[in-house]
């Protein structure tokens, strides 16, 4: 989406293209610049977890919520930190594994 939205805004009614490309030349910008709150380095360190799958799978957990606004886009590590651990609750641990889908959410 980095890469391509200038393409793909060219579709869009002219008010929402402008917009949008405000949005896309914002490297901050969480939904089309999509980072984790935090690097796989501090989860492993915070909570105990070891380079894998499911670390992977975690960190895109992450972006996806902060990119749809669902985690402060800001530096608020506390709360990332809570949010991992709950879905380490759920999704089994570190050792958590993509379903045959895709990455799990």
């Known amino acids: 989406l980095e890469q ?7 579709r869009l009614p002219p008010r ?13 910008d969480p939904l089309f610049h999509p ?5 796989g380095r501090v989860l492993q360190r915070e909570l105990g977890l ?15 919520e902060r990119a749809f606004g669902r ?6 590590a506390p709360a990332a930190l809570q ?3 709950q879905w380490l609750t759920i999704h089994g641990g570190s050792e958590a594994t993509p379903p045959l889908g895709g990455p799990a959410t």
């Open 16 to 28: 929402d293209a402008s917009a949008s490309l405000t949005r896309w030349r914002d490297g901050k």
């Open 71 to 76: 985690l402060a886009a800001d530096d608020d």
């Open 4 to 10: 391509d939205w200038p393409a793909l805004a060219l």
């Open 35 to 39: 980072r984790p709150p935090l690097d």
């Open 83 to 85: 949010l991992a651990q």
């Open 50 to 64: 070891t380079p894998g799958p499911g670390l992977g799978l975690l960190l895109t957990h992450l972006m996806r």
